[in-house]
Protein backbone atom coordinates (compact mmCIF):
# COMPACT_ATOMS: atom_id res chain seq x y z
CA UNK A 1 0.00 0.00 0.00
CA UNK A 2 2.55 2.12 0.85
CA UNK A 3 4.61 1.93 -2.48
CA UNK A 4 1.37 2.23 -4.39
CA UNK A 5 1.24 5.71 -2.98
CA UNK A 6 4.25 6.94 -3.35
CA UNK A 7 5.15 6.70 0.96
CA UNK A 8 8.13 5.63 2.42
CA UNK A 9 6.72 5.15 6.25
CA UNK A 10 3.65 4.47 7.95
CA UNK A 11 3.84 7.77 9.97
CA UNK A 12 3.83 9.44 6.42
CA UNK A 13 0.41 8.39 6.04
CA UNK A 14 -0.67 10.99 8.94
CA UNK A 15 1.50 14.50 7.66
CA UNK A 16 -1.38 15.79 7.11
CA UNK A 17 -2.29 15.90 10.49
CA UNK A 18 -1.71 18.75 12.85
CA UNK A 19 0.66 18.46 15.33
CA UNK A 20 -1.47 19.46 17.80
CA UNK A 21 -3.81 16.87 17.48
CA UNK A 22 -1.20 14.49 17.14
CA UNK A 23 -0.26 11.87 20.38
CA UNK A 24 2.59 13.24 22.32
CA UNK A 25 3.27 10.41 24.88
CA UNK A 26 3.51 7.25 25.31
CA UNK A 27 0.18 5.19 26.28
CA UNK A 28 2.68 3.30 29.21
CA UNK A 29 1.38 -0.04 27.60
CA UNK A 30 4.01 -2.45 27.70
CA UNK A 31 4.07 -5.99 26.95
CA UNK A 32 2.00 -8.65 26.50
CA UNK A 33 -1.21 -7.94 27.84
CA UNK A 34 -4.84 -9.45 27.82
CA UNK A 35 -7.16 -7.49 26.32
CA UNK A 36 -8.89 -7.36 29.93
CA UNK A 37 -5.98 -6.14 31.13
CA UNK A 38 -5.46 -3.20 28.70
CA UNK A 39 -9.54 -2.20 29.02
CA UNK A 40 -9.25 -1.94 32.54
CA UNK A 41 -5.63 0.28 32.37
CA UNK A 42 -7.11 2.26 29.88
CA UNK A 43 -10.54 2.68 31.65
CA UNK A 44 -8.44 4.27 35.19
CA UNK A 45 -6.63 6.65 32.38
CA UNK A 46 -10.55 7.42 31.40
CA UNK A 47 -11.21 8.49 35.04
CA UNK A 48 -8.67 11.73 34.84
CA UNK A 49 -10.80 13.07 31.62
CA UNK A 50 -13.36 16.28 33.23
CA UNK A 51 -16.94 15.43 33.33
CA UNK A 52 -19.28 16.84 31.05
CA UNK A 53 -19.21 20.49 30.79
CA UNK A 54 -21.98 22.72 31.80
CA UNK A 55 -23.38 23.83 28.20
CA UNK A 56 -24.07 27.77 27.52
CA UNK A 57 -23.44 27.31 23.68
CA UNK A 58 -26.02 27.16 21.26
CA UNK A 59 -25.36 28.81 17.67
CA UNK A 60 -27.80 26.08 15.84
CA UNK A 61 -27.61 23.31 18.11
CA UNK A 62 -28.67 23.16 21.97
CA UNK A 63 -28.43 21.05 25.11
CA UNK A 64 -32.39 20.94 25.54
CA UNK A 65 -34.18 17.98 26.86
CA UNK A 66 -34.63 14.32 25.49
CA UNK A 67 -37.27 12.81 27.15
CA UNK A 68 -36.55 8.95 27.56
CA UNK A 69 -39.90 8.33 26.00
CA UNK A 70 -38.30 10.19 22.58
CA UNK A 71 -34.82 7.84 23.27
CA UNK A 72 -36.81 5.08 23.54
CA UNK A 73 -39.52 5.56 20.48
CA UNK A 74 -36.31 6.48 18.05
CA UNK A 75 -34.67 3.46 19.09
CA UNK A 76 -36.79 0.92 18.14
CA UNK A 77 -35.59 -2.02 15.52
CA UNK A 78 -37.95 -0.91 13.22
CA UNK A 79 -37.00 2.87 13.14
CA UNK A 80 -33.39 2.31 13.11
CA UNK A 81 -33.01 -0.19 10.51
CA UNK A 82 -35.04 1.74 8.02
CA UNK A 83 -33.81 3.24 4.96
CA UNK A 84 -35.91 4.99 2.11
CA UNK A 85 -39.37 3.62 2.02
CA UNK A 86 -39.39 2.81 -1.89
CA UNK A 87 -42.08 0.07 -1.99
CA UNK A 88 -45.62 1.25 -0.42
CA UNK A 89 -47.21 -2.00 0.16
CA UNK A 90 -44.39 -2.73 2.57
CA UNK A 91 -43.53 0.59 4.64
CA UNK A 92 -47.09 1.79 5.22
CA UNK A 93 -45.91 2.39 9.49
CA UNK A 94 -42.88 4.41 8.19
CA UNK A 95 -44.50 6.01 5.68
CA UNK A 96 -47.41 7.22 7.85
CA UNK A 97 -44.80 9.06 10.56
CA UNK A 98 -42.95 10.82 7.81
CA UNK A 99 -46.16 11.91 6.71
CA UNK A 100 -47.06 12.75 10.52
CA UNK A 101 -43.65 14.31 10.58
CA UNK A 102 -44.56 16.44 7.52
CA UNK A 103 -47.54 17.80 9.04
CA UNK A 104 -46.02 18.92 11.97
CA UNK A 105 -43.35 21.14 10.47
CA UNK A 106 -45.89 23.08 7.60
CA UNK A 107 -47.90 23.94 11.13
CA UNK A 108 -45.00 24.76 13.27
CA UNK A 109 -43.49 26.97 10.41
CA UNK A 110 -46.79 27.94 9.13
CA UNK A 111 -46.19 26.85 5.56
CA UNK A 112 -48.41 24.84 2.72
CA UNK A 113 -45.75 21.55 2.39
CA UNK A 114 -42.81 20.34 3.98
CA UNK A 115 -40.53 17.45 2.44
CA UNK A 116 -39.54 14.61 4.10
CA UNK A 117 -35.90 16.16 5.84
CA UNK A 118 -32.95 16.76 4.54
CA UNK A 119 -29.27 16.38 5.66
CA UNK A 120 -28.78 20.07 8.15
CA UNK A 121 -29.93 23.59 8.44
CA UNK A 122 -26.29 24.19 6.16
CA UNK A 123 -28.07 21.65 3.23
CA UNK A 124 -31.32 23.04 3.49
CA UNK A 125 -30.21 26.29 2.84
CA UNK A 126 -28.36 25.22 -0.09
CA UNK A 127 -31.44 23.85 -1.77
CA UNK A 128 -33.65 26.68 -0.95
CA UNK A 129 -31.38 28.70 -3.22
CA UNK A 130 -31.60 25.80 -6.09
CA UNK A 131 -35.15 26.54 -6.07
CA UNK A 132 -35.01 30.08 -6.07
CA UNK A 133 -32.33 30.13 -9.20
CA UNK A 134 -34.37 27.71 -11.01
CA UNK A 135 -37.66 29.91 -10.59
CA UNK A 136 -36.25 33.06 -11.50
CA UNK A 137 -34.15 34.25 -14.52
CA UNK A 138 -31.28 35.28 -12.21
CA UNK A 139 -28.29 33.38 -10.60
CA UNK A 140 -27.35 36.21 -7.62
CA UNK A 141 -29.05 35.97 -4.73
CA UNK A 142 -28.43 38.86 -1.49
CA UNK A 143 -28.06 36.94 2.20
CA UNK A 144 -27.85 38.42 5.26
CA UNK A 145 -24.76 38.09 7.46
CA UNK A 146 -26.79 36.93 10.09
CA UNK A 147 -27.30 33.68 9.10
CA UNK A 148 -25.54 31.36 10.49
CA UNK A 149 -21.80 31.55 9.19
CA UNK A 150 -21.14 27.98 8.80
CA UNK A 151 -24.26 27.99 7.07
CA UNK A 152 -22.79 30.43 4.48
CA UNK A 153 -19.69 28.80 4.03
CA UNK A 154 -21.54 25.62 3.22
CA UNK A 155 -23.55 27.77 0.28
CA UNK A 156 -20.74 29.16 -0.99
CA UNK A 157 -18.78 26.09 -2.00
CA UNK A 158 -22.06 24.81 -3.95
CA UNK A 159 -22.68 28.38 -5.61
CA UNK A 160 -19.12 27.94 -6.90
CA UNK A 161 -19.92 24.61 -9.10
CA UNK A 162 -23.41 26.20 -10.36
CA UNK A 163 -21.85 29.64 -10.80
CA UNK A 164 -24.69 31.09 -8.59
CA UNK A 165 -23.59 34.40 -7.04
CA UNK A 166 -23.69 34.96 -3.37
CA UNK A 167 -24.57 38.91 -1.76
CA UNK A 168 -23.71 38.61 1.86
CA UNK A 169 -24.99 41.78 3.32
CA UNK A 170 -25.81 43.40 6.80
CA UNK A 171 -28.46 42.48 8.74
CA UNK A 172 -29.33 45.92 9.77
CA UNK A 173 -28.93 47.40 5.89
CA UNK A 174 -31.83 44.71 4.70
CA UNK A 175 -34.17 45.39 7.32
CA UNK A 176 -33.84 49.05 6.07
CA UNK A 177 -34.26 48.62 3.27
CA UNK A 178 -31.41 50.64 2.06
CA UNK A 179 -29.24 48.61 -0.49
CA UNK A 180 -29.95 48.35 -3.92
CA UNK A 181 -28.20 46.16 -5.83
CA UNK A 182 -27.27 45.86 -9.71
CA UNK A 183 -28.14 42.54 -10.15
CA UNK A 184 -31.59 40.61 -10.86
CA UNK A 185 -32.36 39.11 -7.33
CA UNK A 186 -33.75 35.83 -7.36
CA UNK A 187 -34.02 35.54 -3.50
CA UNK A 188 -33.43 37.59 -0.14
CA UNK A 189 -32.50 34.96 3.02
CA UNK A 190 -32.38 35.83 6.31
CA UNK A 191 -32.61 33.88 9.59
CA UNK A 192 -34.32 34.96 12.33
CA UNK A 193 -33.25 34.86 15.45
CA UNK A 194 -29.97 35.24 13.73
CA UNK A 195 -26.74 34.04 14.47
CA UNK A 196 -26.11 36.85 16.93
CA UNK A 197 -29.48 35.48 18.82
CA UNK A 198 -31.72 38.66 18.32
CA UNK A 199 -34.76 39.10 16.14
CA UNK A 200 -34.86 40.40 13.00
CA UNK A 201 -38.37 42.20 11.46
CA UNK A 202 -39.39 39.75 8.76
CA UNK A 203 -42.34 41.86 7.70
CA UNK A 204 -39.18 44.94 6.55
CA UNK A 205 -37.52 42.10 4.38
CA UNK A 206 -40.82 40.93 3.11
CA UNK A 207 -41.14 44.58 1.94
CA UNK A 208 -37.84 44.27 0.30
CA UNK A 209 -38.71 41.01 -1.56
CA UNK A 210 -41.28 42.39 -2.85
CA UNK A 211 -39.95 45.32 -3.90
CA UNK A 212 -36.90 43.12 -6.07
CA UNK A 213 -39.73 41.07 -6.88
CA UNK A 214 -37.92 38.08 -5.54
CA UNK A 215 -38.70 34.97 -3.01
CA UNK A 216 -38.19 35.22 0.45
CA UNK A 217 -36.34 32.55 2.00
CA UNK A 218 -36.51 32.60 5.78
CA UNK A 219 -34.69 30.24 8.33
CA UNK A 220 -35.76 29.68 11.68
CA UNK A 221 -35.18 27.81 14.87
CA UNK A 222 -37.94 25.14 15.02
CA UNK A 223 -38.24 25.97 19.26
CA UNK A 224 -38.51 29.68 17.97
CA UNK A 225 -41.22 29.38 15.49
CA UNK A 226 -43.59 27.94 18.10
CA UNK A 227 -43.85 31.87 19.49
CA UNK A 228 -42.39 33.92 16.99
CA UNK A 229 -44.64 34.57 14.21
CA UNK A 230 -44.01 31.75 11.76
CA UNK A 231 -42.20 32.58 8.18
CA UNK A 232 -45.60 31.60 6.66
CA UNK A 233 -47.30 34.14 8.32
CA UNK A 234 -44.48 36.99 7.05
CA UNK A 235 -44.98 35.54 3.85
CA UNK A 236 -41.84 33.81 3.30
CA UNK A 237 -41.95 31.55 -0.20
CA UNK A 238 -39.69 28.98 1.63
CA UNK A 239 -38.52 28.36 5.32
CA UNK A 240 -36.17 25.81 6.77
CA UNK A 241 -34.06 25.09 9.92
CA UNK A 242 -32.09 23.13 11.52
CA UNK A 243 -33.84 20.25 13.10
CA UNK A 244 -31.10 19.31 15.83
CA UNK A 245 -33.42 20.60 19.17
CA UNK A 246 -35.86 18.02 18.13
CA UNK A 247 -34.88 15.21 20.34
CA UNK A 248 -31.25 14.96 18.72
CA UNK A 249 -28.20 15.16 20.89
CA UNK A 250 -25.40 17.54 20.14
CA UNK A 251 -22.75 14.06 19.95
CA UNK A 252 -20.14 16.28 18.11
CA UNK A 253 -21.97 17.31 15.25
CA UNK A 254 -24.57 14.92 14.12
CA UNK A 255 -26.42 13.26 13.28
CA UNK A 256 -28.87 16.66 12.39
CA UNK A 257 -32.19 16.63 10.78
CA UNK A 258 -32.62 19.92 7.76
CA UNK A 259 -36.30 21.42 7.77
CA UNK A 260 -37.70 22.21 4.91
CA UNK A 261 -40.78 23.71 3.49
CA UNK A 262 -42.26 26.02 1.26
CA UNK A 263 -45.46 27.68 -0.58
CA UNK A 264 -47.75 25.04 -2.46
CA UNK A 265 -46.77 26.73 -5.42
CA UNK A 266 -43.66 25.32 -5.55
CA UNK A 267 -44.02 21.88 -4.39
CA UNK A 268 -42.83 20.28 -7.88
CA UNK A 269 -39.06 22.03 -7.20
CA UNK A 270 -39.58 20.75 -3.52
CA UNK A 271 -36.12 18.24 -2.83
CA UNK A 272 -35.90 15.16 -1.60
CA UNK A 273 -38.62 13.09 -0.56
CA UNK A 274 -42.44 13.94 -0.04
CA UNK A 275 -44.65 11.69 1.50
CA UNK A 276 -48.40 11.73 0.63
CA UNK A 277 -51.75 10.46 1.87
CA UNK A 278 -54.21 8.64 -0.51
CA UNK A 279 -56.65 5.45 -0.70
CA UNK A 280 -56.11 2.29 -2.22
CA UNK A 281 -58.37 0.18 -4.13
CA UNK A 282 -61.00 -0.66 -1.37
CA UNK A 283 -60.83 2.87 -0.08
CA UNK A 284 -58.39 2.38 2.71
CA UNK A 285 -56.24 5.38 3.63
CA UNK A 286 -52.59 4.83 2.76
CA UNK A 287 -49.36 6.25 2.37
CA UNK A 288 -47.18 6.73 -0.61
CA UNK A 289 -44.31 8.67 -1.86
CA UNK A 290 -44.81 11.11 -4.66
CA UNK A 291 -43.29 13.69 -6.80
CA UNK A 292 -40.61 11.47 -7.16
CA UNK A 293 -39.77 11.74 -10.59
CA UNK A 294 -37.39 14.94 -10.27
CA UNK A 295 -34.78 13.03 -7.69
CA UNK A 296 -31.44 11.67 -9.23
CA UNK A 297 -32.63 8.39 -8.40
CA UNK A 298 -35.03 8.80 -11.23
CA UNK A 299 -33.96 11.02 -13.63
CA UNK A 300 -30.35 11.05 -12.52
CA UNK A 301 -28.70 14.16 -14.70
CA UNK A 302 -31.90 15.59 -15.19
CA UNK A 303 -32.95 15.66 -11.43
CA UNK A 304 -33.20 18.99 -9.34
CA UNK A 305 -32.23 17.32 -6.40
CA UNK A 306 -29.08 15.29 -5.46
CA UNK A 307 -30.90 14.26 -2.09
CA UNK A 308 -30.86 10.41 -2.51
CA UNK A 309 -31.40 9.24 1.88
CA UNK A 310 -34.03 10.88 3.16
CA UNK A 311 -32.96 11.04 7.33
CA UNK A 312 -35.84 8.98 7.68
CA UNK A 313 -35.08 8.25 11.36
CA UNK A 314 -33.60 11.76 12.35
CA UNK A 315 -37.32 13.10 10.99
CA UNK A 316 -39.34 10.21 13.17
CA UNK A 317 -36.95 11.12 16.02
CA UNK A 318 -38.63 15.16 15.65
CA UNK A 319 -41.80 13.85 14.76
CA UNK A 320 -41.92 11.93 18.35
CA UNK A 321 -39.81 14.52 19.97
CA UNK A 322 -42.96 17.13 18.60
CA UNK A 323 -45.90 14.71 19.37
CA UNK A 324 -44.23 14.25 23.42
CA UNK A 325 -44.24 18.19 23.93
CA UNK A 326 -47.25 19.10 21.62
CA UNK A 327 -48.47 23.15 21.44
CA UNK A 328 -48.45 23.48 25.30
CA UNK A 329 -44.56 22.04 25.65
CA UNK A 330 -42.98 23.65 22.78
CA UNK A 331 -44.05 27.16 23.76
CA UNK A 332 -43.22 26.29 27.47
CA UNK A 333 -40.06 24.88 26.49
CA UNK A 334 -39.32 28.41 24.41
CA UNK A 335 -39.90 30.65 27.82
CA UNK A 336 -38.44 28.66 29.75
CA UNK A 337 -35.54 28.61 27.82
CA UNK A 338 -36.23 32.54 27.47
CA UNK A 339 -36.53 32.77 31.37
CA UNK A 340 -33.02 31.99 32.08
CA UNK A 341 -31.34 33.56 28.84
CA UNK A 342 -33.47 36.86 30.59
CA UNK A 343 -31.89 36.34 33.88
CA UNK A 344 -28.38 35.64 32.53
CA UNK A 345 -28.37 38.74 30.62
CA UNK A 346 -30.05 40.84 33.97
CA UNK A 347 -26.60 39.20 35.42
CA UNK A 348 -23.95 39.90 33.00
CA UNK A 349 -25.29 43.68 33.26
CA UNK A 350 -24.69 43.99 37.07
CA UNK A 351 -21.52 42.89 36.14
CA UNK A 352 -21.08 45.97 33.78
CA UNK A 353 -20.76 43.05 30.54
CA UNK A 354 -20.94 44.81 27.08
CA UNK A 355 -23.29 43.40 24.70
CA UNK A 356 -23.59 43.82 20.74
CA UNK A 357 -27.13 44.65 20.43
CA UNK A 358 -29.65 45.90 22.88
CA UNK A 359 -31.76 44.20 20.28
CA UNK A 360 -34.79 41.68 21.45
CA UNK A 361 -33.52 38.02 21.83
CA UNK A 362 -34.95 34.89 22.78
CA UNK A 363 -32.65 32.36 24.70
CA UNK A 364 -29.41 33.36 22.76
CA UNK A 365 -27.34 36.63 22.66
CA UNK A 366 -23.93 38.20 22.06
CA UNK A 367 -21.21 39.77 24.75
CA UNK A 368 -18.30 41.70 24.01
CA UNK A 369 -15.62 40.50 25.90
CA UNK A 370 -12.49 42.60 27.25
CA UNK A 371 -9.89 39.75 26.72
CA UNK A 372 -9.78 37.22 23.93
CA UNK A 373 -12.52 34.86 22.89
CA UNK A 374 -10.69 31.98 22.30
CA UNK A 375 -8.79 32.21 25.77
CA UNK A 376 -12.22 32.98 27.48
CA UNK A 377 -13.46 30.06 26.29
CA UNK A 378 -10.52 27.97 27.26
CA UNK A 379 -10.65 29.69 30.54
CA UNK A 380 -14.03 28.46 31.19
CA UNK A 381 -13.57 25.02 30.28
CA UNK A 382 -11.43 24.49 33.29
CA UNK A 383 -14.28 25.82 35.35
CA UNK A 384 -16.33 22.91 34.32
CA UNK A 385 -18.60 25.37 31.23
CA UNK A 386 -18.98 25.24 27.79
CA UNK A 387 -18.86 28.94 27.47
CA UNK A 388 -20.78 29.65 24.05
CA UNK A 389 -19.86 30.00 20.32
CA UNK A 390 -16.29 32.77 19.09
CA UNK A 391 -18.34 34.79 16.47
CA UNK A 392 -16.46 37.11 14.14
CA UNK A 393 -18.62 40.04 12.23
CA UNK A 394 -18.16 40.12 8.82
CA UNK A 395 -18.19 43.92 8.32
CA UNK A 396 -15.81 45.18 10.83
CA UNK A 397 -14.32 42.41 12.15
CA UNK A 398 -14.98 42.52 15.89
CA UNK A 399 -15.50 39.55 17.93
CA UNK A 400 -18.16 38.37 20.52
CA UNK A 401 -19.21 35.17 22.34
CA UNK A 402 -22.50 34.25 21.93
CA UNK A 403 -23.90 32.35 24.85
CA UNK A 404 -27.19 30.29 25.19
CA UNK A 405 -30.00 28.94 27.46
CA UNK A 406 -31.96 26.33 27.45
CA UNK A 407 -34.83 24.71 29.62
CA UNK A 408 -32.07 22.73 31.39
CA UNK A 409 -29.98 25.69 32.76
CA UNK A 410 -30.47 26.21 36.70
CA UNK A 411 -30.35 29.16 38.23
CA UNK A 412 -27.63 28.12 40.43
CA UNK A 413 -25.27 26.91 37.10
CA UNK A 414 -26.12 30.34 35.40
CA UNK A 415 -24.87 32.50 38.41
CA UNK A 416 -21.67 29.74 38.93
CA UNK A 417 -21.51 31.00 35.26
CA UNK A 418 -21.59 34.76 35.61
CA UNK A 419 -18.84 34.35 38.89
CA UNK A 420 -16.83 32.51 36.32
CA UNK A 421 -16.66 34.17 33.18
CA UNK A 422 -16.05 37.47 35.54
CA UNK A 423 -12.98 35.61 36.63
CA UNK A 424 -11.98 35.04 33.15
CA UNK A 425 -12.86 38.08 31.64
CA UNK A 426 -11.40 40.27 34.42
Known sequence: MLK?????SLEELYDHVPQALMLNHELNIHGMNSEFDVIDYLSRVGEYNKGNLICFAGYGSYDRLIPASTKQLSSRSEFVTAYTPYQPEVAQGILQAIFEYQTFITRLYGMDIANASLYDGATSLVESVNIATSSKASKSVVISDGVFHNHRQVLETFARGT???????????????????????????????????????????????????????????PIAAAVLKSPGEAGADIAFGEGQPLGMPLAFGGPYLGLFCLKQDLVRKLPGRLVGQTVDKVGKISYVTTLRSREQDIRREK???????????????????????????????????????RYLYDQLSREKFQFQSDRPFLWEFSIKLKNSVDKVILAMADEGFLAGVKAINDIDGSEYLIVATTEKRTRDQIDSYVSALVKADG
Open 303 to 341: ASSNVCTNQTLMAITAAIQLSWLGSKGIVEVANNSFNAA
Open 4 to 8: FLGLK
Open 163 to 221: QTKVITVADESLTKGTIDFDDDIAAIIVQSPNRYGYLVDLDKIKAVAEKLNCLMIVSMD
